[in-house]
């Protein structure tokens, strides 16, 4: 085995086989393709790819911090009505599929993973959100212009995490509406943003060694 992966013929079958369609538990209005644990699907993913070393199926799970935001999103509708949104480290699909249902004008959904563009797809349609643009790309530098932009979940690594809160930042600075859902991640830098709402998110023990999380939804600090 290599460290590159093939291509796979089916993702979408694959996403469908390893997966069960669930509510998520902070948000029981929206279904996503869920897997019961990480392991296997992770393993099962390598072997489909032929390649080890593979980032963790992110895609395959409601995050705690998007959780978060899709709540926020879908008792605060305003905030993304009639706007121009991305949704940044998308993974599943939650927080897109969320502003989507709360009347965005549009919804491009962006996430580096392959596999995170087919369930995004899956998820969409499972909720019947139509129009999501899905781009499986690293949009970090880029501007096209987003009124508002979300991330969930996204302050686990430290280098990405410093090139995407000083993207953010910028995004904020030029105008654009930045969200952010996080349970308090190792590199998340508080110190810059301010707390608006909290939640106690339930989630798996396997991934988060707790059944609930304590998580925020924050907006960049003003100047
Ligand atoms: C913990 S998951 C969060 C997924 C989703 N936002 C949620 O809260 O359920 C983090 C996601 O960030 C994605 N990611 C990491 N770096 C990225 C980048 N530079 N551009 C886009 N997505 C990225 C990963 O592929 C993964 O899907």
Same mark, same amino acid.
């Given at each position: ?27 029981? *209005? ?57 949704d ?5 699909g939650? &927080?897109a599929?969320?502003? =989507? ?5 549009? &919804?491009?959904a ?10 995004? =797809?899956?998820? =969409? ?14 949009? &970090? ?15 686990? *690594?430290?280098?990405? =995490? ?15 509406? &930045? ?31 707790? *059944? ?12």
């Open positions: 085995m290599t460290g590159t992966p093939r291509p796979i013929d089916d993702p979408a079958g694959f996403i469908r086989a390893e997966t069960r369609l669930r509510a998520v538990p902070m948000v029981p *209005e929206i279904v996503l393709h869920l897997a019961d644990e990480a392991v296997p699907i992770w393993q099962r993913t390598e072997e489909e790819l032929g390649a080890m070393g593979l980032p963790p199926p992110f895609w395959a799970f409601a995050w705690a911090g998007g959780q978060a935001l899709a709540r926020h999103i879908l008792d605060h509708p305003g905030i993304v009505a009639g706007a121009r949104v991305l940044f480290a998308s993974g599943s939650l &927080v599929i969320a502003a =989507a249902r709360a009347g965005a004008a549009s &919804v491009e962006a996430d580096i993973d392959p596999f995170a563009a087919h369930a995004i =797809a899956l998820n =969409a349609a499972a909720n019947g959100a139509a129009g999501i643009a899905v781009l499986p790309a690293d949009l &970090v530098g880029q501007d096209r212009g987003w009124d508002v932009v979300l991330a969930g979940d996204i302050a686990y *690594e430290r280098d990405t =995490a410093e090139r995407v809160f000083a993207w953010l930042f910028a995004l904020a600075a030029r105008g654009a509406a &930045v969200w952010i859902g996080d349970p308090g991640r190792s590199y998340l830098p508080r110190e810059r943003l301010v707390k608006i709402a909290d939640y106690a998110v339930p989630v798996s023990r396997e991934l988060e060694d707790s *059944e609930i999380k304590h998580t925020s939804v924050w907006r960049p600090r003003a100047g």
